[in-house]
């Protein structure tokens, strides 16, 4: 099974993908995705000048030695880049692998665990009663998990709620300059609660709720949010604060019994180590297409099944298709798994993207197409072509910059 061609396809179906294809001698084509938003053409060159070349001749099969050839092989360790780049290519063998014995990727990483992967979906609003109408709409739908964003009140603009950063809308006018947000602490302290009470007031505790802070507080002020919503009882808070500093987590549990959830910018084993090894969050949120791939995530995912620590890969609208369905494979099979994030695609990837993953009662599953389960139109993404976006930037009322 040589690899006989390696090719990098971008498209912008309203927002930017990049995904790897490999080809092998016997035809048989394998996807993975390679897109990091808002620095997705350092990718495309890490892969198009560096890795495809690398590939050529390879045998398709040997999907481990191919991961350590390339991560040992850069001498260069870890980072989004390298590690983006590298799990597209072990994505896509693992499609292959999957193409030619004949069976979904999940089965070959040792069959289902569970009947299907219980997802979230993103509820937001300008208000915290158009939040409500949003949560009524996936509660309808079956959802038994949902994460809820809404405008603080005397911010002009909020994360998670409008622009290309919430995958619901296509704004054309996203520029490749960051957009420019004002965060004000306090204002969001004093929000927090109020919006999770009145989620709960109206909706009762019959399913998940769920948070993202999208690193924005120190770990004493996360440990007052974590404590202020313990009566709503969360599923998690997300990214309460940076990860850098991973030992100020043991200051926020020490001070709360919500739940932690973090790990969507990591890129390797060694990032989660320490908060896993030292129990300091409750689930592991590193994403498949950012972390190296199948290959590594599963190790990831069996660090933290040692401490207790559950799944819950991230799913936003910038990872593409092909890294959903990824993580779906992986998800059904891992024996903890916690949840998975889904915020779903604009309308135009459908046409790129062919899809056999499905969602019924609050569970999707992978579907039974062999390999990932995901297919490219390549004519199709030729009519969007690549346009450069930015992820926005935060910055306090005086003009200190601050994490976004
Ligand atoms: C987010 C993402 O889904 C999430 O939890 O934090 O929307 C994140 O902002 C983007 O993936 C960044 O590219
Ligand atoms: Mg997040």
């Not at 979904?104 to 997802?119: N, S, W």
């Not at 915290?128 to 009524?136: A, F, K």
């Not at 709360?256 to 409750?282: K, M, W, Y």
């Not at 990831?300 to 993580?327: E, I, K, M, N, Q």
Request: glycine fraction near 10%; aromatic fraction near 10%.
């Amino acid at each position: 099974m040589k690899i006989v061609s390696a090719d990098v396809i971008v498209t912008c179906p309203g927002r930017n993908y990049v995904t790897l294809k490999i080809t092998t001698e016997d035809g048989i084509t394998g996807l993975g995705d390679a897109t990091l938003n808002g620095r997705e053409l350092s990718v495309v060159s890490y892969l198009r000048d560096h890795l495809c070349p690398m590939l050529i001749g390879r045998d398709a099969s040997r999907i481990g030695d191919t991961w350590q050839y390339l991560y040992r092989g850069a001498y260069w360790r870890r980072g989004p880049v390298t590690m983006t780049a590298i799990a597209a290519v072990d994505c896509a063998l693992w499609d292959i692998a999957g193409k030619a014995a004949g069976m979904p990727v999940y089965k070959l990483l040792g069959g289902q665990a569970r009947e299907g992967v219980t997802i979230y979906g993103h509820a937001n609003g300008q208000t915290i009663d158009e939040l409500l109408e949003d949560v009524q709409r996936f509660l309808d739908q079956g959802y038994r998990a949902v994460r809820v964003q809404a405008a603080v009140p005397g911010l002009e603009s909020t994360y998670g709620l409008h622009g290309s950063d919430t995958g619901k809308t296509y704004e054309p006018a996203d520029a490749a300059l960051p957009t420019e947000n004002v965060w004000d602490t306090s204002a969001y302290l004093d929000f927090a609660p109020k919006l999770m009470s009145a989620v709960r007031e109206q909706f009762g505790f019959g399913f998940q709720l769920l948070h993202d802070v999208h690193h924005r507080l120190s770990p004493l002020e996360a440990a007052q949010l974590g404590r202020s919503l313990e009566p709503y009882r969360m599923f998690w808070i997300e990214d309460p604060t940076p990860a850098e500093d991973q030992d100020s987590f043991r200051l926020i549990r020490q001070h709360t019994t919500t739940p932690l959830a973090v790990g969507e910018v990591f890129s390797s084993i060694f990032d989660c180590q320490h908060l896993i090894t030292n129990r300091l969050i409750d689930y592991i949120r590193t994403s498949v297409s950012h972390t190296g791939g199948i290959t590594h995530l599963r190790r990831v995912f069996d660090l933290a099944a040692l401490y207790g620590v559950r799944t819950g890969s991230h799913g936003a609208g910038d990872l593409s298709p092909v890294s959903f369905a990824s993580a779906l494979q992986l998800d059904l099979t891992v024996p903890n798994f916690g949840i998975q994030e889904y915020m779903g695609h604009l309308e135009p990837a459908s046409e790129v993207f062919k899809t056999n993953y499905t969602f019924a009662d609050g569970y999707m599953h992978p579907g039974e197409a062999p390999g990932l389960g995901v297919d490219i139109d390549e004519e199709a993404a030729a009519r969007y072509p690549y346009q450069p976006r930015s992820l926005p930037v935060n910055r306090l009322r005086d003009g200190t910059m601050h994490d976004w």
